[in-house]
T-cell receptor
Framework: DAGVTQSPTHLIKTRGQQVTLRCSPK?????VSWYQQALGQGPQFIFQ???????QRGNFPDRFSGHQFPNYSSELNVNALLLGDSALYLC???????????FGDGTRLSIL | QKEVEQNSGPLSVPEGAIASLNCTYS??????FFWYRQYSGKSPELIMS????GDKEDGRFTAQLNKASQYVSLLIRDSQPSDSATYLC??????????FGKGTSLLVTP
């Protein structure tokens, strides 16, 4: 039973560029959430997708956008990258609201 | 701002001892509570979930919830060096987002 898979594992970009991160949820899960984790901090909620719609959004600018596909996989897009966007980006999937969210291995994004 | 607070540590315990990790939260409407373990350079791994007041045991781990006092704790019995990691407390408030504390670093010394 495959868990949550994310790609790529690592990514290096320069300021002003755009990036797309991808996530496939755990089998049986229909909800995907994205989190940003800076070094030494807990994960911060970016947004959650359910039934191909953004269901809730955290305190992140519009440069952060996402999409969910009919097979429940999801993408996170970040435009106009800033140095402060350097972080570990985590995808988590779940089935029902109160059930635990399971995390993928993350994508480590470095902005030069 | 709905906050989740944890002591950042490091918490150092000898091998075989009980490690006690604590977490407080500000939103009285919180319904679901989770503990994640995160090894350095890795992603968070779910170890416990708890939804009602009292204790929940799973192997060497016990989660305790007290909604009246707004705290959650995690006890690790017979601590092993492999338990050395950062433990993240996460709270599901009224929406769908997990609200995390900054984590407590645990070091189990042989």
């Amino acid at each position: 039973d495959a868990g949550v898979t994310q790609s790529p594992t690592h990514l290096i970009k320069t300021r002003g560029q755009q990036v797309t991160l991808r996530c496939s949820p755990k089998s049986g899960h229909d909800t995907v959430s994205w989190y940003q984790q800076a070094l030494g901090q807990g994960p911060q909620f970016i947004f959650q997708y359910y039934e191909e719609e953004e269901r809730q959004r955290g305190n992140f600018p519009d440069r952060f956008s996402g999409h969910q596909f009919p097979n429940y996989s999801s993408e996170l897009n970040v435009n106009a990258l800033l140095l402060g966007d350097s972080a570990l980006y985590l995808c988590a999937s779940s089935y029902e609201r109160n059930q635990p969210q399971h995390f993928g291995d993350g994508t480590r994004l470095s902005i030069l | 701002q709905k906050e989740v607070e944890q002591n950042s540590g490091p918490l150092s315990v000898p091998e075989g001892a009980i490690a006690s990790l604590n977490c407080t939260y500000s939103d009285r409407g919180s319904q679901s509570f989770f503990w994640y373990r995160q090894y350095s350079g890795k992603s968070p791994e779910l170890i416990m979930s708890i939804y009602s007041n009292g204790d929940k045991e799973d192997g060497r781990f016990t989660a305790q919830l007290n909604k009246a006092s707004q705290y959650v704790s995690l006890l690790i019995r017979d601590s092993q060096p492999s338990d050395s990691a950062t433990y993240l407390c996460a709270v599901l408030n009224s929406g769908y987002a997990l609200n995390f504390g900054k984590g407590t670093s645990l070091l189990v010394t042989p």
